[in-house]
């Protein structure tokens, strides 16, 4: 790819956010440069940009962490492919803890945009879908505007820039469940029905939305291709700290002095997170444990400070980036009661499809709310590990449940003397911050 | 969520013309009917707050889709309210980054200042309590989304103030 930029940004995700608050509009963003990367890619073909992000070794920011440019490879490409392809921006921020969609949406909707006509461009897809979470009112009014912006300035419709290419986007804005998020889920969400996911094989590549090939990708991930097409896979490359390219919006929160959301590296040691960027714990207040990835991650504790925040290197320790926003964990705050919390969400937002999810998390919240008002028995904290491995991957049709019982199993393992402490002295011990959630809850 | 209905009904309203416009556009714009349920579904609420039996019916007959599939779907969803709800519909974070800021109290004191439960509506018929999983707001947490506005930084000092301005703004 050509690169006329001398200017080779640092921080590229975050380099259209300005003081001023209308930088999410499209003169303030192509003033800075939104909109080249788009250019760059329609002067070459769609294959020479996929090969591009192949190359550039982007992985999915949604937290799996697929390889962006592989999982593209499986779309049906040629004259006799099969249309309308669909692209769609999984936009349906859910996960707990995580809240990094959201800026990117309200601050660079064209920046999504960007990625998307690109993704469309180099898959020769006619038709881009936005599925954004309801609740994200400010987000779904930039993403609107931001649409209409682009209709009316050639950027999508017939014939965008004079490139021959078509491409049309809608927005969906979402009726509210966490399942949406898992892509057949997302899918089935779209054509109306139940977010219930569906069985894999077929992948949505070959057969997705209405029967016809379909990419879903994270906000965060098309995102990146604008940069990559504009600087080139090998500075993408470069971007990263360890194996993993380019840069990652990392976020923290809990009783930290300074909670928020950074543009860093990948490969970012956790414990650089924590200390520097989010200034450390707040005073008086000891870092017990933390979910490095959002609540469908394992805990990790200050022992693995060290480690890089790349997808291979977190998965080394048993947990995952996932989301890669850090839920941290304090010492006044019960390991049980929080657990509990995460565990009651994924009961209650697991779409039924499956017996380890639909029955088994319900299960574990019973355990868990017994053990924490001090009713519960030892033998719970057995069935309690036992329901983990029920729904361990494998044995449900998507990764909700075991995703669910991630924060459990490692919280059993590293607060064990927490469980324990609640059943033999039959309270909390950490009754001074204990919540009086039941009577809110009936 | 379901009515508490025991004998089905049979009533339908009349879908207003701006409904029926809105979802003739949504019809238009998917290849297949099922497609548009979902944002329907939501036009009518917008329109009606809830979408109750007699709508549901309605828009079934109007769209031509099985009630059944109608109603599986409206009853999956947790923004699409099958009961009637007040004028504004609270929805403080019961996240688990909300509770460690104290979100859980947050939710206590809202409880115990409008005398309702979570799911419940006040007799005023001007609030409903109904809190949401993480709102993506967690580095300014505890939060609450309410009247399409994101409330941050909550603190029991405030919430007399917040629940005050969302009366005035609904009262115009």
């Known amino acids: 790819m050509n690169r006329e930029e001398n200017n080779f940004p640092t921080h590229p995700l975050t380099r259209f956010i300005t003081d001023n608050e209308n930088c999410w509009q499209l003169n303030q963003y192509q003033s800075l440069g939104g909109y080249d990367g788009l250019k760059q890619a329609l002067t070459v073909s769609g294959p020479a940009v996929l090969d591009e992000i192949k190359e550039s070794n982007l992985r999915g920011r949604g937290g799996a962490g697929f390889p962006t440019g592989l999982k593209w490879s499986f779309v049906p490409q040629g004259d006799d492919a099969p249309h309308p392809k669909y692209m769609i921006v999984n936009a349906d921020e859910m996960e707990p803890g995580a809240f990094k969609d959201r800026m990117l949406l309200e601050k660079t909707p064209h920046q999504i945009i960007e990625g998307l006509i690109i993704g469309g461009y180099t898959l020769d897809a006619d038709i881009g879908y936005i599925f954004i979470r309801g609740d994200y009112y400010t987000a779904i009014k930039h993403i609107e505007i931001a649409l209409k912006e682009c209709y009316d300035n050639n950027l999508l419709g017939k014939n965008i820039l004079g490139s021959g290419f078509n491409f049309e986007i809608h927005i969906h804005t979402s009726a509210g469940r966490y399942i949406c998020g898992e892509e057949t889920a997302l899918i089935n969400s779209l054509e109306g029905k139940r977010a219930n996911p569906r069985a894999k094989p077929p992948f949505p590549q070959v057969a997705g939305l209405w029967g016809k090939p379909t990419i879903v990708n994270n906000v965060e991930t098309y995102c990146n291709l604008p940069h990559i097409i504009n600087f080139g896979s090998a500075w993408f490359k470069s971007l990263g700290r360890f194996k993993d390219s380019g840069t990652k919006i990392f976020g923290v929160s809990g009783k930290v002095k300074m909670p928020g959301l950074w543009e860093l590296p990948m490969g970012t040691p956790i414990g650089e997170i924590i200390q520097n960027y989010a200034g450390g714990m707040c005073d008086g207040y000891k870092l017990k444990g933390y979910l490095p990835g959002g609540g469908s991650t394992d805990f990790l504790l200050e022992k693995h400070f060290d480690t890089p925040m790349d997808y291979d290197e977190i998965g080394k320790q048993r947990s995952r980036m996932g989301t890669g926003t850090i839920i941290i964990l304090d010492d006044k705050y019960c390991p049980v009661a929080m657990v509990l919390n995460l565990v009651k969400f994924f009961a209650q937002e697991s779409c039924g499809w499956c017996t380890p999810c639909r029955d088994g998390l319900p299960w574990a919240a019973v355990l868990l709310e017994k053990i924490e008002q001090g009713k519960g028995e030892l033998a719970d904290i057995q069935q309690l590990e036992d329901l983990c491995k029920f729904a361990a991957p494998g044995n449900t049709f998507c990764a909700l449940a075991p995703g669910a019982v991630e924060p459990l199993q490692s919280a059993l393992n590293f607060f064990r003397e927490d469980f324990e402490q609640h059943i033999e002295q039959q309270s909390c011990p950490y009754c001074d911050i204990k919540h009086a959630e039941d009577k809110y809850d009936k | ?172």
């Open chain 2, 1 to 172: 969520m379901t009515l508490q209905n025991e004998i089905p009904t049979n009533e339908q309203v009349e879908l207003s013309d701006v409904e029926k416009a809105q979802i003739d556009k949504l019809l238009r714009e998917t290849p297949h009917t099922s497609g548009a349920s979902i944002d329907a579904l939501k036009i009518i609420q917008n329109h009606r707050g809830w979408v109750s039996d007699a709508s549901l019916l309605s828009l079934s007959v109007y769209i031509d889709l099985p009630l059944s599939d109608l109603d599986s779907v409206a009853t999956f969803y947790n923004l699409i309210f099958r009961q009637p709800v007040g004028k504004v519909v609270l929805h403080p974070c019961d996240g688990i980054s909300c509770d460690l800021m104290g979100g859980a109290k947050i939710r206590k004191c809202l409880s115990d200042q409008l005398e309702i439960n979570n799911g419940q509506t006040t007799k005023d018929n001007q609030f409903t309590l109904i809190s949401l999983p993480c709102l993506g707001a967690c580095d300014k947490a505890p939060v609450m989304i309410a009247h399409e506005t994101l409330f941050e930084l909550i603190q029991e000092d405030n919430l007399p103030v917040i629940i005050n301005g969302l009366k005035e703004a609904t009262a115009k």
